[in-house]
T-cell receptor
Framework: AQKITQTQPGMFVQEKEAVTLDCTYD???????LFWYKQPSSGEMIFLIY??????QNATEGRYSLNFQKARKSANLVISASQLGDSAMYFC????????????FGTGTRLQVFP | ETGVTQTPRHLVMGMTNKKSLKCEQH?????MYWYKQSAKKPLELMFV???????ENNSVPSRFSPECPNSSHLFLHLHTLQPEDSALYLC????????????FGPGTRLTVT
């Protein structure tokens, strides 16, 4: 079974609008971490935001917020006020367990922002 | 700039060549990673090093040989590769007390002819 599922291969959004990128995960470990990364065409994976399984509040970092719904095992990324520079691949990833140093990645969503 | 550099950025090699990829991190992290990213596939973890010791080898063929001389440097030695090994190879580093978030380098785009 897929540990991380990103069902949207591609998304379009108009500049200045908000967009939600979906991510669902599967784990039986009560302690885990969820990450979102951005990969522009240059190839570098850029860390965006982190959510711990015990965190009570949804994580936010500037225009990025993580809509964490634990019971549904979803960790959707919300980008507000999209900019042209947000066009990139976006990957959801999970760390299982409190001490694991391994990340499991999804297949990614390609976001295109148009003027 | 994430503090993780990789060289070369692009590499074309024949199946009989020997080459090495280099990764250097300037973040003071203790863990370093090699990933392979092929088209339309999730990132595949290849190797993990913690404090210079290899803690993970994810069933990687022996034609890929990692080396970690210190916590700041990581190499991936390549020999007798196959065309299906063509991919983007990403290096990352992390620090356990920071939620294990990993910081990535720009990658090496490898083409095997």
């Amino acid at each position: 079974a897929q540990k991380i599922t990103q069902t949207q291969p591609g998304m379009f959004v108009q500049e200045k609008e908000a967009v939600t990128l979906d991510c669902t995960y599967d784990t039986s470990d009560p302690s885990y971490g969820l990450f979102w990364y951005k990969q522009p065409s240059s190839g570098e994976m850029i860390f965006l935001i982190y959510q711990g399984s015990y965190d009570q509040q949804n994580a936010t970092e500037g225009r990025y917020s993580l809509n964490f719904q634990k019971a549904r095992k979803s960790a959707n990324l919300v980008i507000s006020a999209s900019q042209l520079g947000d066009s990139a691949m976006y990957f959801c990833a999970m760390r299982e367990g409190p001490y694991s140093d391994k990340l499991i990645f999804g297949t990614g969503t390609r976001l295109q922002v148009f003027p | 700039e994430t503090g993780v550099t990789q060289t070369p950025r692009h590499l074309v090699m024949g199946m009989t060549n020997k080459k090495s990829l280099k990764c250097e991190q300037h973040l003071g992290h203790n863990a370093m990673y090699w990933y392979k990213q092929s088209a339309k596939k999730p990132l595949e973890l290849m190797f993990v090093y913690n404090f210079k010791e290899q803690t993970e080898n994810n069933s990687v063929p022996s034609r890929f040989s990692p080396e970690c001389p210190n916590s700041s440097h990581l190499f991936l030695h390549l020999h007798t590769l196959q065309p299906e090994d063509s991919a983007l190879y990403l290096c990352a580093s992390s620090q356990p007390d920071r939620n294990y978030e990993q910081y990535f380098g720009p990658g090496t785009r490898l083409t095997v002819t």
